[in-house]
């Protein structure tokens, strides 16, 4: 497991156990080479489950790393999607929700993952993994959504800030590449992004949080993929697809998400036929930064109500 210099930290990030339980992998998938990693239980007991994690836009497999640090019990396989972290972006194709969504079953496909998996999304992933499930009924035993993205990114009060997010991402595209890249991978945009949504109150979280913006959130393969995931990710929300969503669905909700707002988690959750929404306070889009010890606990009871 990589690790970013956080400076000198009382809070205990990680367990210390991480780095034994990984593996990291790669895998031809439609002619991309992706890189995806394992992180394997401490102790198979019979509620261990595989779960395949789906991070968010801009963000890569570290994202997830605290809560998979929290689940010794479980397996989990995270890979970096196409066009992020170390994975090759599409070819001939957009990066759009259904292309996402292929990727995904053929992922399975490649590494034998069967209809007993968990499905994992945090954020754009839990676009993907819904649209994915909705997509194909049976796929998956269980479908699990971090921070989901409730609603129409381009509506309502946080419409005109998507807006101007779209029309950011497309001067970067379109400027030469030199400044278009410098403008995508700006550090001060980078910082600015991160003070916004980080809640925790913890100094040492909170400089882990920005670390971990600064290191990974650049990591992706063009700028053309980059805004056609972005448009893909504030064009397609998860309440779209809820009434299609039979298998037992599990929504962890920050208190504070001011990009997925709790109140539209509540609507979300009350069309689902068989979901259930867990809120974490005092926390809002970073739960799997600032606090993987509930949702760990969240996931590892659902999972345990719901057991293959």
């Known amino acids: 497991m990589e690790q970013v210099d956080t400076g000198s930290s009382r809070t205990p990030l990680f367990s210390g156990g991480l780095d034994a339980r990984t593996r990291a992998a790669s895998v031809e998938v439609d002619g991309a080479r992706i890189a995806y990693w394992v992180y394997e239980p401490v102790r198979v007991t019979p509620e261990t489950r595989t779960i395949l994690v789906v991070h968010g836009f801009r963000g890569d497999h570290h994202g997830l790393l605290r809560v998979a640090d929290q689940l010794t019990d479980m397996r989990l396989i995270m890979p970096d999607l196409p066009g992020f972290g170390s994975s090759a972006a599409f070819e001939g194709t957009g990066h759009s929700v259904r292309a996402y969504g292929s990727f995904l079953g053929d992922f399975m496909a490649a590494l034998g993952l069967g209809a007993d998996t968990v499905l994992l999304g945090h954020s754009f992933g839990s676009i993907i993994a819904s649209h994915f499930v909705a997509a194909n009924p049976g796929a998956v035993a269980e479908l699990i959504l971090v921070n989901p993205i409730a609603a129409p990114a381009l509506e309502g009060p946080k419409g005109l800030m998507t807006k101007l997010a779209v029309l950011y991402y497309e001067a ?12 995508l991978r700006s550090q001060a945009i980078v910082r600015v992004m991160s003070v916004t949504m980080a809640k925790t109150g913890d100094k040492d979280i909170r400089r882990f949080v920005h670390a971990q913006h600064s290191a990974y959130f650049s990591s992706f393969a063009d700028r053309d993929s980059l805004l056609e995931a972005f448009k893909a990710s504030v064009g397609s929300n998860v309440t779209e697809v809820a009434g299609e969503l039979t298998l037992p669905v599990l929504l962890i909700a920050g208190e504070k998400d001011e990009i997925a707002m709790l109140a539209d988690q509540h609507k979300l959750a009350a069309r689902l036929p068989d979901g259930k929404l867990e809120v ?10 600032e606090t993987p010890e509930p949702a760990a606990r969240y996931i590892r009871r659902f999972l345990k109500d719901h057991a293959a």
């Open 172 to 183: 970067a595209a379109r400027l030469p590449q030199r400044p278009g890249l410098a403008l």
């Open 280 to 289: 974490i306070p005092g926390v809002g889009h970073l739960i799997h930064y």
